[in-house]
């Protein structure tokens, strides 16, 4: 079974803080996953990667952005963070596209006051 | 672009009935991967069934799932419905990079 780790897991900030989520896998995985959890929104994609140094822009990316510094790091910023950020994050990942499957993290929850 | 739409938000029934949980996708691939996947309480999603085949039934831990690219669907069945199916069931497709995932259909199961 894939691993995927987040942290941290919970997280709680005020408006126009700073804030920045980690994920890693130990899968050797090339594609890594952003997604955002939101009743009634299912879940949404902010931001992917495919490999080391590579970024592409998912459905929903205003005021995040993202860095994939190793091809087992991926990190989520929040530089601004607003109250409509609150949610649920998941990060994933998966050795490729098509039919590969999806091994999420158990989340991070972040709560922006 | 790609999108899936689930119908329902929620489904709520009673143990021992059938299960069906829509799923419709536009995509503009044509040989897109259809995927559920199930999200348990507290836990994360994780996949329950995928196919690729047109008109092939898939079945895994006794959902089964046939796309059918005619009617771009790919339903979700269980022919009796246990307390332990109580999740959130997502309907995902890919064609190319991306994962799009429906909104979600909350089953409820009671006794």
């Known amino acids: 079974e894939a691993a995927v780790t987040q942290s941290p897991r919970n997280k709680v900030t005020v408006t126009g803080g700073n804030v920045t989520l980690s994920c890693r896998q130990t899968n050797s995985h090339n594609y890594m996953y952003w997604y955002r959890q939101d009743t009634g929104h299912g879940l949404r994609l902010i931001h992917y990667s495919y490999g080391a140094g590579n970024l592409q822009i998912g459905d929903v990316p205003d005021g995040y952005k993202a860095t994939r510094t190793t091809q087992e790091d991926f990190f989520l910023l929040l530089e601004l963070a607003s109250p409509s950020q609150t949610s649920l994050y998941f990060c994933?990942?998966?050795?490729?596209?098509?039919?590969?499957?999806?091994?999420f993290g158990a989340g991070t929850r972040l709560s922006v006051l | 672009g790609d999108s899936v739409t689930q119908t329902e938000g929620l489904v709520t029934l009673t143990e021992g009935l059938p299960v069906m949980l829509n799923c419709t996708y536009q995509t503009i691939y044509s040989n897109p991967f259809l995927f559920w996947y199930v999200q348990h309480l507290n836990e994360s999603p994780r996949l329950l069934l995928k196919s690729f085949t047109d008109n092939k039934r898939t079945e895994h831990q006794g959902f089964h799932a046939t796309l059918h690219k005619s009617s771009s669907s790919f339903h979700l069945q269980k022919s009796s419905a246990q307390l332990s199916d109580s999740a959130l069931y997502y309907c995902a497709s890919t064609g190319g990079y991306k994962v799009v995932f429906g909104s979600g259909t909350r089953l409820l199961v009671s006794p």
């Open positions: 994933a990942s998966s050795a490729g596209t098509g039919g590969n499957t999806l091994y």
